[in-house]
């Protein structure tokens, strides 16, 4: 059964940079588009980023965009979420996903669009 396993959440202070990773256990890093998402506590889910199985294409939400990046290594079948500037508001479970069908040109956004999760790495920013 494929796995995603997400890593790299800490307690950070506000400034600070972080990378958070997800490995997968299976081919699939280069087989399907890869998406971060968030969840602050008593908020609902967002979408924060994601990437085409290229690697050329990604998308970025408004409130991470600038400062953060996402990558794919198909060598590690891992996706990395490079972010910087952290911002306490930026305080949330991260969680990675795969969209192992999907068809469109451009990149799902929304989290029903994926369908393999992680458990979800927790992120604190301190201010």
């Known amino acids: 059964q494929v796995q995603l396993v997400e890593s790299g959440g800490r307690l950070v202070q506000a400034g600070d940079s972080l990378r958070l990773s997800c490995a997968a256990s299976?081919?699939?890093?280069?087989?399907?588009?890869m998406g971060w998402f968030r969840q602050a506590p008593g908020k609902e889910r967002e979408f924060v980023a994601a990437?085409?199985?290229?690697?050329?294409?990604?998308a970025y939400a408004d409130s991470v965009k600038g400062r953060s990046t996402i990558s794919r290594d198909g060598a590690r079948n891992t996706v990395y979420l490079h972010m910087s500037s952290l911002k306490p508001e930026d305080t949330a479970d991260y969680y990675c996903?795969?969209?192992?069908?999907?068809?469109?040109?451009?990149?799902?956004?929304?989290?029903?669009?994926?369908?393999?999760w992680g458990q979800g790495t927790q992120v604190t920013v301190s201010s």
């Open positions: 996903a795969a969209s192992t069908n999907w068809a469109s040109l451009t990149l799902p956004l929304l989290g029903h669009e994926y369908d393999l």
């Open positions: 299976g081919p699939i890093v280069s087989s399907y588009v």
């Open positions: 990437i085409s199985r290229s690697g050329r294409d990604t």
